[in-house]
């Protein structure tokens, strides 16, 4: 109906940059200009459910994420964020407790055991299409996979057609289906992860603002997938 149903003011300052919503709960990020709070970006948990003078019941709150402008995701209540200016993948509980997936915390390019593996602001992050995790490696222009072992790895992304060039320049947004996974390019770009293991253009081929089939369109640094 259009109808505001609640409102959350989680930051003075700072910039919703990600929402997520798993049943009635509702998991919102923020980037680092929490000018209110001591510690820089913030991540927290309402409740949907429960809402009093318009506003839901907040279920905890993390300070200290430095998610930058990530895409979080959720899978068997955990939620995973890419924690971008310390370099580490972070998991947060249902109570709101937080652990380190990947990553060492030192800016860098390094495969290997998650708790050397090495990552240059990571901007986002969702459940691969076999379990696991994937990851946008903004600054190492490249996406990475974390198995369950929480090792880490690089995904080779091979071109379907000899013509298209699939190399990443800022991959942010990153989101995985049934039928592969899809990530954002700075150069207005979104490609597809196929099944078979090849990678294609999927829409965009420069930035600007086009509405159309496929290659036709135009997108101005997209960041968020869903």
């Not at 109906?1 to 003075?12: A, E, L, Q, R």
């Not at 420069?206 to 496929?214: H, I, L």
Request: net charge neutral; aromatic share 8%.
């Amino acid at each position: 109906t259009g109808k505001k149903v609640w409102s959350f003011n989680g930051s003075k300052h700072g910039m919703s940059s990600s929402v997520v919503v798993h049943g009635d709960k509702v998991f919102a990020t923020w980037d680092l200009d929490n000018f209110d709070s001591t510690k820089l970006g913030r991540v927290v948990c309402l409740d949907g459910a429960n809402v009093v003078n318009g506003a839901p019941k907040e279920v905890w709150r993390v300070d200290g994420v430095e998610a930058g402008f990530p895409t979080a995701t959720i899978y068997d209540g955990t939620l995973y964020v890419a924690d971008a200016y310390n370099n580490r993948i972070r998991a947060i509980g249902t109570s709101g407790t937080v652990w380190t997936v990947a990553g060492d915390g030192l800016a860098g390019y390094q495969d290997g055991p998650g708790a050397s593996a090495r990552f240059d602001v990571p901007c986002g992050v969702a459940i691969g299409p076999k379990g696991g995790l994937l990851v946008a490696d903004t600054a190492n222009n490249a996406v990475r996979a974390i198995a369950r072992d929480r090792t880490v790895s690089t995904v080779e992304l091979a071109a379907a057609s000899t013509l298209e060039d699939v190399s990443l320049v800022r991959p942010i947004g990153i989101a995985a289906g049934p039928h592969g996974a899809f990530v954002t390019d700075r150069r207005g770009r979104i490609l597809q992860m196929l099944e078979n293991g090849r990678t294609r253009v999927l829409a965009g081929t420069s930035n600007g603002f086009e509405d159309g089939a496929g290659l036709d369109a135009r997108f101005n640094n997209p960041t968020g997938l869903a």
